[in-house]
């Protein structure tokens, strides 16, 4: 059974780089046809899809969020790290790190989530 574990600081001020990293076991990120997402969810708003990495490297992105987002992997420690620049408080959000078959609509497996503040 797949385990998703987000990390990185719960604190970030503008105009700052957010980066968080998914820690995966269980799995390899390598692995055909499945692909590795970022959602986050910010106060009172629903699940929004910010980026993936699929089993081959590829990525995919937001549009509303292409610019500031870069998503890449480590195979050698299987994990994969998001990163999201030029921060603000709208960033403020619980990110969560996901496992589906299909980019950016297939979030099969789950993280538990981690709370980012953007705050000075």
């Known amino acids: 059974q797949v385990e998703l574990q987000e990390s990185g600081p719960g604190l970030v001020k503008p105009s700052q780089t957010l980066s968080l990293t998914c820690s995966v076991s269980?799995?390899?990120?390598?692995?055909?046809?499945?692909?590795w997402s970022w959602i986050r969810q910010s106060p009172g708003k629903g699940l929004e899809w910010m980026g993936t990495i699929g089993y081959s490297g590829s990525t995919y992105y937001s549009p509303s969020l292409k610019s500031r987002t870069s998503i890449f992997r480590d195979t050698s420690k299987n994990q994969f790290t998001l990163e999201l620049n030029s921060v603000t408080p709208e960033d403020t959000a619980v990110y969560y790190c996901a496992r589906g078959r299909d980019p950016s609509v297939d979030f099969g497996s789950w993280g538990q989530g981690t709370q980012v503040t953007v705050s000075s």
């Open positions: 269980g799995g390899s990120i390598t692995t055909n046809y499945y692909y």
